[in-house]
Antibody
Framework: EVHLEESGGGLVQPGGSLRLSCAAS????????VNWVRQAPGKGLDWIAY????????YYADSVKGRSTISRDNAKNSLSLQMHSLRADDTAVYYC???????????WGQGTLVTVSA | EIVMTQSPATLSVSPGERITLSCRAS??????LAWYQQRPGQSPRLLIY???TRAIGVPARFSGSGSGTEFTLAISSLQSEDFALYYC??????????FGQGTQLDI
């Protein structure tokens, strides 16, 4: 069974940094493209970052470009998102999800909440 | 960037009814359209992809149709667990694979 579990969320001050992680199990992680998708409180879904199976192709949404770095460690079945210069509008639940790149997001984790506030 | 517009924003219905949700794209996305269900407090779940193909484990009462700019998600005989938020998403253009704003299905 495909399982994705995010961690690393929490309260961070404006201008601060945070590293989110996503642990994958139940499938061959190294064969799958993965993404970060976020959802602000009471709002819809926004894709923010994509990485292909071997890490050679990466895309970011304009909203996080230049402030975020997506990476993966296939040996550890893990995905990360390093975020800098956090703003109040980065407050959201952050999900990791497989798929993307001209394909739907087929499996999702349970999400981790990031709150940016003084 | 493509704009995905879902209607209605909220739909109040009764269990056992059949409903249709709409999703419109600002330009053609061919059949590269997915539907997701998000129950309260849960993460999204893929229901439909390629406009009309049910994802693994999705009950047959869910069906999708459409192509180009007009799409529909139909749910026949609503069950209590179907009351949730529904999002459409186009993946014909990447990035970003734009989501609609969602339709809330209420009892």
């Amino acid at each position: 069974e495909v399982h994705l579990e995010e961690s690393g969320g929490g309260l961070v001050q404006p201008g601060g940094s945070l590293r989110l992680s996503c642990a994958a199990s139940g499938f061959i992680f190294s064969s799958f493209e993965v993404n970060w998708v976020r959802q602000a409180p009471g709002k819809g879904l926004d894709w923010i970052a994509y990485i292909n199976s071997d890490g050679s192709a990466i895309y970011y949404a304009d909203s996080v470009k230049g402030r975020s770095t997506i990476s993966r460690d296939n040996a550890k079945n893990s995905l990360s998102l390093q975020m800098h210069s956090l703003r109040a509008d980065d407050t959201a639940v952050y999900y990791c999800a497989t798929g993307g790149y001209y394909a739907p997001f087929d499996y999702w984790g349970q999400g981790t909440l990031v709150t940016v506030s003084a | 960037e493509i704009v995905m517009t879902q209607s209605p924003a909220t739909l109040s219905v009764s269990p056992g009814e059949r409903i249709t949700l709409s999703c419109r794209a600002s330009q053609s996305v061919r059949t590269n359209l997915a539907w997701y269900q998000q129950r309260p407090g849960q993460s999204p779940r893929l229901l439909i992809y390629s406009a009309s193909t049910r994802a693994i484990g999705v009950p047959a009462r869910f069906s999708g149709s459409g192509s180009g700019t007009e799409f529909t998600l139909a749910i026949s005989s609503l069950q209590s667990e179907d009351f949730a938020l529904y999002y459409c998403q186009e993946y014909n253009n990447w990035p970003p694979g734009t989501f609609g704003q969602g339709t809330q299905l209420d009892i």
